[in-house]
């Protein structure tokens, strides 16, 4: 399950273990495409990895501050720490072989 999370709740919420934070908003269609591919990617590895989603619109700051520019966005943390960000739609495939060399 990909859980909404806001700039209040993100330190918290990617301190331990690996975690990937989809960039988006609202208005983006490439960003609508890609919400049930991170859903159904969750699924398959959601005891393994976090999933959460930010809109780009109500956060500015903390999407400015990881240097978000284009969305959508997957930026992979692992205990708080940025890993990569990979920029665009994505198909399954794609994002679980890159998310594979955290696992």
Avoid: H, R, T
């Amino acid at each position: 399950m990909v859980k909404k999370i806001s700039e209040n709740e993100f330190k918290e919420a990617v301190a331990s273990g690996i975690a990937v934070v989809d960039f988006s908003a609202e208005w983006c269609g490439p960003c609508k495409m890609l919400a049930p591919v991170l859903e159904e990617v969750s699924e398959e590895l959601g005891e393994s990895i976090n999933f959460f989603n930010v809109d780009v619109d109500d956060n500015f700051e903390l999407a400015e501050g990881y240097g978000i520019i284009n969305i959508p966005a997957l930026l992979i943390l692992k205990d708080g720490q940025k890993q990569e960000i990979q920029v665009g739609f994505q198909p399954k495939e794609s994002i679980l072989q890159c998310l594979g060399k955290y696992l």
